[in-house]
């Protein structure tokens, strides 16, 4: 996506980021397909701007309709933590500051942006996926829950969706709305990584009876994505 949007330049990119992805199976229904593809457009717009994450923000609010343009900051959001220190930099970063840029963008692009930065939250922290938690309880009322499910997906990712090392990470929550919002997080992941239910549904079994109800529903409405 990133050597696609190159090639239409960014002078044409306010008449055509509607036109790239239209094409993709799964419009009507925001298929995970269609995700992958809205979402590439972050990335892109981010290559194209030379990683100016403010002004990429904006170049996605030339797409029509909010879940693109949210599908559309998560890839900006995404590529502004995937630095590596050696051939990838982000001056939007501040390791003093783990909640950084989440607490500086407009309030429409803060929910997209704390559903991405506990990757980076973890990365300053040494992977202390406590004191992330403790971090995620500072970002307001309103961005919370979100919050808790990046811990999830990142518990996912790192354990490479191994159920007892997720379950064990997310319950380092300090109550049950923080594992329940991790747990959330961490199924979605688990259903993007295997691209099938099973595993999902097979954390929620290995889970407290507490949590299955809103486990499974969201094994149910996430994986319909993929059908």
Known sequence: MEGFIARVGRKNLPTQMDSICKDVPGKKS????????????????????????????????????????????????????????????????????????????????KNTCYMMQSSYMLKVTKYDFAKVFALCRQVGYAYTATCFQSIGRDASGSTVSNTEKTKALCLLGKDFTEQSNCLIGAVKDFISYYHSDTQARGLCHMMPETFSASCQSTVVSYYSSFE
């Open 30 to 109: 925001y298929s995970f397909d269609y995700y992958n593809c809205v979402h590439g457009l972050g990335h892109g717009v981010m290559e194209i701007s030379q990683d100016e994450l403010f002004d990429s923000l904006k170049m996605c609010d030339y797409l029509t309709g909010q879940w693109e343009r949210q599908s559309c900051w998560s890839g900006v959001y995404m590529e502004n933590v995937i630095v590596d220190g050696k051939n990838h930099f982000s001056k939007f970063l501040r390791p003093a500051e783990p909640l950084y840029p989440c607490n500086a963008v407009e309030d429409q692009y």
